[in-house]
């Protein structure tokens, strides 16, 4: 089992499926976070789930 540094270099380095194994780790989050008066809000999903991946491009590791 890879670990969440590995994958996000990996996904940073353009590997799709990195991107989508870490994606799908935090979609749980992303879903919860998006709920407002317990339902989902489509727009807010939508901005999380793009502010993620943004974050995980921009995301520095250190050594």
Known sequence: ME???SL????QHGNKQAMDH?????RPL???ESCRN????????????EHFIK???E???QK
Not at 8 to 11: E, M, N, P, T, V
Not at 22 to 26: I, V
């Open 55 to 57: 974050l995980i491009h």
């Open 3 to 5: 670990t969440i540094t």
């Open 38 to 49: 317990g339902e989902l809000d489509l727009d807010c999903y939508q901005e999380l789930s």
């Open 22 to 26: 870490l994606y799908q780790k935090f």
């Open 8 to 11: 996000l270099l990996k996904a």
């Open 30 to 32: 992303l879903l919860k």
């Open 59 to 61: 995301f520095k590791v």
